[in-house]
């Protein structure tokens, strides 16, 4: 995960050694020499992780462990101090300071300590842009068919290999179920999974969305925003509705994937990042491309593996473990304890079309389920046009 790291010290060779370290690691460094420039960069929500010295001209550094303490996101801490400064030290630590290094500097420690910083910034990331999409268990049911068996078979060693991965699918058929399965399968798994809609961004937006952008780079940019390979870095970013995405944008797209890096808007500083890429699409691809509405090297670069999944109509064989699934996850959100459903109910859920595949398939059990004041789901807690398949 990239980073930046904001050098708090009065002593400008302190600060040029360290940043030119930090930026050869790979970090983005800021630098301030008082607190005055320290507190313009927090307060612009700039910086990731600081490291603060003791001693500044207008002030004690450790004032601002309470200063951020009231802040939504608080970066960590790692205080600089001088030979004697232990025990100041260790009463900051109670204060919420991360970490504190000893003058000099020894740079393995250094690069300890951020690194377990990086974790709880990685942590916060995840938690304030994406808490209700990164919890659930997976629900992925592979079915009887040979089809999906096969499939999931390659969505497992994507996983563990960690490649870019195009899913396909008529709208509703669960390609977001199957990143998501992706995701838990593979060494990615402890880390975010990202997801963005690229037909719900308006154009003009998605590029700030996807790479973030720097204060000032617009009107309304009034401070830093990481963009979403940013957040999803050593983890995975999922790209719905691919074919959406603007022709631009997919040249702009390619050129982060194959150079793993990218820039935010308005910046200038090359972020690195370490993302796996799964795209989704309803969409002929393939067609797109004909028609000059889709570039052949980003499909060929998002189609490392290329994973099918077919519609409902065509794995019927696969109903009822789906039945299942879905009664068990709304039993327990809607407090009931329905067990069954009847041969008459199966029989009506078989013999449908189901243009709106496995959405529709759980839209329609959730509404039986609230019908349904006996154990087993019957052919009348159905809504009405399956009755009217059926005859009924």
Aim: glycine share 8%.
């Amino acid at each position: 995960m990239t980073a930046t790291i904001l050098i708090v010290d009065d002593e400008e060779n302190a600060r040029t050694q360290l940043g030119d370290y930090l930026e050869s690691e790979g970090y983005e460094v800021l630098s301030a020499a008082n607190l005055k420039e320290a507190r313009g960069h927090i307060e612009q929500e700039n910086a990731d992780i600081i490291l603060l010295d003791v001693q500044l001209p207008d002030g004690y550094g450790p004032d601002l462990l309470e200063e951020t303490a009231r802040l939504a996101v608080r970066p960590p801490i790692i205080l600089i101090t001088a030979y004697g400064d232990i025990d100041m030290a260790v009463e900051a630590m109670k204060n919420g300071a991360h970490d504190f290094l000893q003058k000099p500097i020894q740079f393995d420690r250094l690069e300890s300590s951020i690194q377990r910083a990086k974790e709880i910034v990685a942590m916060r990331r995840e938690l304030i842009h994406f808490r209700d999409q990164q919890r659930g268990e997976l629900n992925f049911v592979v079915g009887k068919s040979s089809e999906m068996r096969e499939q999931l078979d390659l969505a497992q060693r994507a996983a563990q290999a960690s490649v870019s991965v195009l899913i396909t699918g008529e709208t509703g058929a669960g390609k977001e179920i199957l990143a998501r399965a992706i995701h838990q399968m593979g060494p990615r798994a402890g880390k975010s999974f990202i997801g963005i809609n690229c037909a719900a961004i308006q154009n003009t937006m998605l590029e700030a969305e996807l790479f973030g952008y720097e204060a000032g780079a617009f009107t309304g940019a009034q401070k830093r925003k990481p963009g979403l390979m940013e957040i999803a870095d050593e983890g995975i970013l999922f790209l719905d509705e691919i074919a959406s995405l603007p022709v631009d944008m997919q040249a702009k797209l390619l050129r982060a994937l194959d150079e793993k890096a990218f820039r935010r808007v308005g910046g200038t500083n090359l972020i690195k990042v370490d993302v796996q890429i799964l795209a989704a699409s309803n969409r002929d691809l393939e067609a797109l491309i004909r028609e000059g509405q889709f570039r052949e090297d980003l499909y060929y670069r998002l189609k490392v593996v290329d994973l099918h999944i077919p519609p409902l109509r065509e794995r019927k064989g696969d109903i009822p473990e789906l039945v299942g699934l879905f009664i068990r996850e709304n039993n327990g959100r809607m407090g009931l304890n329905i067990t069954h459903i009847s041969e008459r109910a199966m029989a009506a859920l078989h013999n449908h079309a189901w243009p709106g595949n496995i959405r529709e398939l759980r839209n329609a059990i959730e509404r039986a389920m609230l019908f349904c004041d006996e154990a087993t789901i019957d052919l009348g807690h159905l809504s009405s046009e399956f009755r009217q398949e059926q005859g009924s």
